[in-house]
């Protein structure tokens, strides 16, 4: 994800980012599909994956972090869990990750036209 500065009235104290954490079944065929279509739903409201079942995406404030919470426990499977996590741009740039022993940056905020 590409970091870019959107001029809103707000600061990166209150621009949010929204986390997605699931642990979902895939034992049976209806748990893979399950699966499969809640990962999807997650890509298609604009997601991207940080890590295996760890999704992110940049959603500008609260008011728009709770439409995108909503639509997120629309497409809750019946099995499993999920976590929705929801930190300020100033907490989501403290993040430290670690690749092979180095250390790099967090994802940035997509390019995108943030529609209201």
Do not use: C
């Not at 760890?54 to 499977?77: L, M, W």
């Not at 499993?80 to 929801?86: C, Q």
């Amino acid at each position: 994800m590409k970091r870019k500065e959107i001029k809103t009235p707000n600061n990166r104290y209150h621009s949010m980012w929204l986390l997605a954490l699931f642990d979902l079944p895939t034992e049976t065929k209806e748990d893979r599909r399950n699966y499969r279509e809640f990962r999807n739903s997650l890509l298609k409201e604009g997601f991207e994956q940080l890590q295996y079942s760890v999704y992110a995406r940049y959603v500008g404030d609260e008011k728009r972090a709770e439409t995108f919470k909503k639509k997120i426990r629309n497409v809750v499977p019946p099995k499993g869990e999920v976590r929705i996590i929801s930190l300020t741009d100033i907490q989501f740039g403290k993040m430290e990750i670690y690749y092979q022993n180095s250390k790099r940056k967090p994802e940035e905020k997509l390019d995108q036209l943030l529609l209201f």
